[in-house]
């Protein structure tokens, strides 16, 4: 096996199995309450919600795609989600749905871009992904284009739907089985 069939190997199904639990963790979720922060016994919880959440990931594909060459079709985000959703972008609680677009929508854009890029990923040269990426802060923490990748396909995920998991808790509903 070379090393990007190994890479392959090692990368695909565990960003599969997140896009699989991103899939059990939306099962239930009101629209209604989905741009809502919780409150807990009078406290109202500082935490993402499920569209910020599902924004702040819909964006990824799509750079993903301009870091790699690989196609553009089927993972662009309009044009106001990095301004809603990037890194840094704060959560505002949003009951009335005036902030953000539709649950639906940002978990649609985040599950449909995400297996592009899968789908995509074996075309690409290992010249492709080991590309040092130009950003000084991303080369700085991953060194390459590949390393990156692995990063926003596999513990980028979790680390969100982990919150995800927690604003159910929160917000009374019952764990993703």
Aim: charged share 20%; with cysteine.
């Amino acid at each position: 096996m070379d090393a990007k069939e190994t890479l392959l190997s090692n990368l695909l199904p565990g960003a599969r199995m997140a896009i699989g639990y991103a899939e059990k963790l939306l099962v239930g979720i009101p629209e209604e309450l989905a741009a809502q922060r919780p409150v807990v016994n009078g406290t109202r919880i500082d935490t993402n919600h499920p569209v910020f959440i599902f924004g702040h990931l819909s964006i990824y594909p799509a750079l993903l795609a301009e870091l790699t060459g690989l196609p553009k079709d089927g993972v662009e985000v309009p044009e106001q989600y990095p301004g809603l959703f990037q890194i840094g972008s704060p959560c505002h609680d949003d009951p009335k749905g005036e902030i953000y677009p539709r649950l639906s929508e940002v978990s649609g854009r985040f599950l449909s871009g995400t297996r592009a890029i899968l789908e995509r990923l074996p075309s690409l040269d290992m010249q492709a992904l080991n590309k040092e990426l130009e950003s000084p802060s991303r080369r700085e923490r991953f060194g390459t284009v590949g390393a990156f990748a692995l990063y926003i396909l596999l513990a980028h995920p979790q680390v969100h739907l982990g919150q995800l998991s927690v604003w159910r808790r929160c917000m009374g509903l019952s764990a993703a089985l």
